[in-house]
């Protein structure tokens, strides 16, 4: 037996290494090959949309739609209008009904505000911009060498309850607003001389799924896909690390291949795994047969030595490249991106490779000011970016699935991220919505748990636990490897609702210290603070105003369970089981103006405004979250518009308050000492000073050494504009996005933080503005404009490339104001 088993591996080996020598003399070809194999083309551009209801009469035919759901329809040129709610009225295509778009494209926030209660399912938390029903068109063609693959479309994001025609054919329906919709055009397309294509696309937005902003239309990106019919299949792999240590770690790799053909196949599949500097590592190959139109999965494992360990603070990544063999020929390949880590959540807190490690979160919507929720992909880059650079590490996807690329982001720049559901529902419906969010996204790293639903009316209750039981077995078989929590803010101990979930998540469980009296109680339990601290504020603002719908940075106004910015991470300090907090929220967003309602058209919630400006409090959770000397005081220093002293009349007593991580800071007034405090772990400190123009300086020390200071001044009046670009070069690809901050000086330079001047913006070159803002919760200006009033002393301009390469720039004007220009190159 000893002698027929090495024998074995002697002939396996020797089939290997064949294998390895047939890939190397036919490396050339496989390059071009897998050019040909599998195609993922962007589709977002040359769409036409119809904003409004268009009659159609359902033909109960194959392919007998026709009209506008096919590339041959009657075109109508003179001037006309048409009744769209003909049902026959499909039948006609009148250019001057549509516009011209690309995607991602959010039609609400393209809309005027209205105050009108009953936009959104409450009053307010919809921001008061209506959606309705919208329509998107494209013509296109297919080569002829397309024929015999298989191809398909992928809408990574529709809002919402879409419906799909491809050249007269009925394709499906879609409800969900937050997972992705995929169809097989494969039958019903027109290859090469067969003719043109048309796919129409119906948008029904007059629903909603939240209490928030949610946008209306294809928000996020299109992809049309090509491959063989013998293929790896949608979200068709699975890459797990079982075993991870310093010096080496598994790698365990499930593929499902789809064999589409009407014969079996005999195939070989070649996975590797690629690191970081696109060097191969390990690889593994397997042989099998695959019947007629069946499907196989296969499993694979390799090792990595001295693995790249994945954090945050290290991310880390490795690829792996899946190719598929017939016959010596390779007719598809694969990529999926994975990183080496070990996360264990237990009694004791969060364990990221080994080590405590507190999750330093922030919970986030969607939107931006500008856009709405159509992002393009560099603004959610910048909006990590500004998190990064505040200390947090991680990212609660509030409360529904996010768009791919954000979490790709995730995994690049380093984030521990919980991937949310959005509806606690076991229907048909919501369990596909729920395996949808699973497959597609089981393999980022930066993932590390679950969360089945947010805040539900029936937590805790026995139907509640019933479903949710459900949702986490599901989620289970799919991902063994993560642990399941559901953002609880109510019946955390009733009706078994906790105890079918792995990590109990508390919303608010500061409240009464509801946490520690639920260690006390269950001291078994694994918990995290899923959501907290909810503190209001406007940018800029120092005094809560009713009338204007502004909020303090200085006082807690409403909600009144929260603490103030950075307090809430003393818990987290003292109990490490609570193993990390997600503040609600990172930025403001649209809609839930809470405390007020109209004219407040966006939410106070944001440690950082919707335009990316930060409030006061971002410096309490840089001075938590970072190692970096922090010292930040307010209010600013200057004159009320009327000119006659802050708050009041010069004389008045005013309060100075100050987030820091010194151990000390002294404060001064025009040069004059106004006392040294000694700093308490994330609290405030607070001065009273009797308010007089000037210079106020605080200065921060440790181990009494200076390590910091910072300065707020009285300005002058406004008399410039600065613009400031994150970038200075762009791609020329219609996609890339550079953000520039407009800010209203004085003349020695210093941003007027009173400042509301009208903002004028002219662009030349090979770019074009896709949006502005300025951060005030009660701005009724239209964001699609060339215009912008600043709002305590800054706005915002987003402008994007065009298809062509060049000199983008863009000027800002201002009665009265000096001018200001800034050049960005598109290459």
């Known amino acids: 037996m000893k002698y027929i088993l090495k024998r074995t591996e002697i002939l396996l080996w020797i089939t290997y290494f064949l294998f390895i020598l047939l890939l190397d003399t036919h490396s050339q070809n496989t390059q071009q090959k897998i050019q040909k194999v599998r195609t993922k083309e962007n589709f977002d551009f040359n769409w036409q949309f119809h904003k409004g209801d268009i009659g159609i009469k359902r033909q109960v035919k194959a392919g007998g739609q026709g009209g506008i759901t096919d590339a041959y329809v009657k075109v109508i040129t003179k001037d006309t209008i048409i009744d769209y709610s003909d049902p026959y009225s499909y039948r006609v295509f009148f250019p001057c009904d549509w516009k011209e778009v690309d995607l991602p494209h959010d039609w609400a926030v393209e809309g005027t505000f209205i105050h ?50 491809v050249n007269g054919h009925l394709m499906g329906c879609h409800q969900s607003g937050y997972t992705p919709s995929n169809y097989d055009l494969t039958d019903i397309l027109r290859y090469g001389n067969e003719g043109k294509n048309a796919i129409l696309v119906k948008v029904d937005a007059s629903e909603y799924e939240g209490w928030w902003y949610e946008g209306a239309g294809i928000y996020r990106h299109v992809w049309l896909i090509k491959t063989d019919r013998l293929h790896v299949a949608r979200f068709g792999t699975y890459v797990t690390t079982p075993t991870v240590s310093d010096t080496e770690a598994v790698v365990r790799i499930s593929t499902t291949l789809k064999n589409e053909y009407k014969t079996g196949k005999n195939i070989t599949i070649f996975s590797k795994i690629i690191d970081k500097k696109g060097i191969a590592l390990d690889s593994g190959t397997a042989s099998q047969s695959i019947p007629p139109m069946a499907e196989a999965e296969i499993t694979q494992t390799v090792s990595v030595q001295r693995p790249m360990i994945w954090s945050p603070e290290t991310p880390d990544l490795y690829k792996v490249l899946t190719e598929v063999f017939e016959n010596g020929s390779i007719i598809d390949t694969y990529e999926t991106t994975f990183g080496i880590r070990k996360v264990e959540i237990n009694k004791n807190g969060v364990f990221l490779n080994g080590k405590l490690y507190p999750v330093k979160g922030t919970c986030n919507h969607q939107d931006f000011a500008g856009i709405g929720v159509a992002l393009p992909d560099k603004i959610n880059w910048y909006k990590l970016k500004l998190l990064k650079e505040m200390g947090s590490n991680g990212y609660r996807c509030s409360h529904h699935p996010p768009t791919p690329e954000l979490l790709d982001m995730c995994d690049s720049m380093g984030f521990m991220v919980v991937d949310e559901n959005r509806h606690l529902s076991s229907s048909e419906e919501g369990i596909k919505d729920l395996t ?143 193993g990390g907090l997600f503040v609600w929220t990172g930025f403001d967003y649209r809609g839930e103006p809470t405390p007020f309602w109209w004219p407040c058209v966006s939410s106070h919630f944001g440690i950082i405004d919707i335009c990316g400006f930060p409030k006061d409090g971002y410096y309490a959770y840089k001075a938590a ?91 002058t009046a406004p008399a410039q504009i600065a613009l400031s670009s994150d970038v200075n070069t762009i791609k020329a690809d219609g996609c890339d996005v550079a953000v520039i901050r407009v800010a209203i000086q004085d003349d020695k330079g210093r941003v007027v933080p009173t400042a509301n001047n009208l903002v004028n913006f002219s662009i030349e070159g090979p770019g074009k503005i896709i949006g502005t803002g300025n951060g005030k919760p009660t701005s009724h200006e239209p964001d699609k404009a060339s215009q912008r009033m600043a709002f305590n002393g800054y706005c915002l301009v987003l402008v994007q490339s065009e298809k062509s390469s060049g000199e983008i720039r863009l000027k800002a004007t201002s009665e009265k104001l000096k001018d200001a220009g800034v050049v960005i190159k598109a290459d």
């Open 116 to 165: 009108d209660d009953e936009v959104g399912n409450q009053p307010a938390v919809s921001g008061y911009l209506p959606t309705g029903i919208g329509f998107y068109r494209k013509e296109f063609e297919i080569p002829g060498s397309y024929k015999g693959q298989k191809v398909s479309i992928e809408f990574d994001g529709i809002f919402r309850n879409s419906t799909v025609w």
């Open 625 to 715: 979250w970072t190692n970096e000397p922090v010292v930040h005081i307010f209010p600013h220093w200057n004159p009320d518009k009327d000119g006659t002293g802050w708050p009041g009349k010069e004389g008045d007593s005013i309060k100075v308050h100050c987030y820091t991580n010194c151990e000390e800071v002294e404060l001064f007034l025009n040069g004059k000492r106004q006392g040294k405090k000694k700093a308490e772990s994330y609290r405030k400190l607070v001065w009273s000073l009797i308010y007089q123009p000037g210079i106020l300086e605080a200065k921060g020390y440790k181990d009494r050494k200076l390590v910091t200071r910072d300065i707020v001044e009285t300005t």
């Open 436 to 578: 949808t969010m699973l497959y597609r996204d089981r393999n980022h790293p930066s993932i590390f748990m679950w969360c089945m639903e947010n805040e539900e009316w029936i937590q805790g209750t026995v139907m509640g636990a019933r479903i949710l039981e459900t949702l986490v077995q599901t989620t289970h078989k799919i991902d063994s490897t993560r642990p399941v929590t559901a953002a609880m803010n109510h019946g955390r101990n009733e009706g078994g609702y906790a105890d079918v979930m792995d990590v109990v998540g508390y919303n608010y469980g500061d409240k009464q210290l509801a946490y520690v009296k639920d260690r006390e109680k269950y001291p078994d339990r694994v918990m995290f603070c899923t959501e907290g601290t909810s503190f209001v504020s406007t940018r800029g603002e120092y005094e809560t105003n009713w009338e204007k719908g502004y909020t303090s940075n200085s006082i807690i106004v409403k909600p009144d369970w929260g603490p103030y910015p950075g307090e809430d991470w003393a818990d987290i300090v003292k109990y490490p089981y609570l």
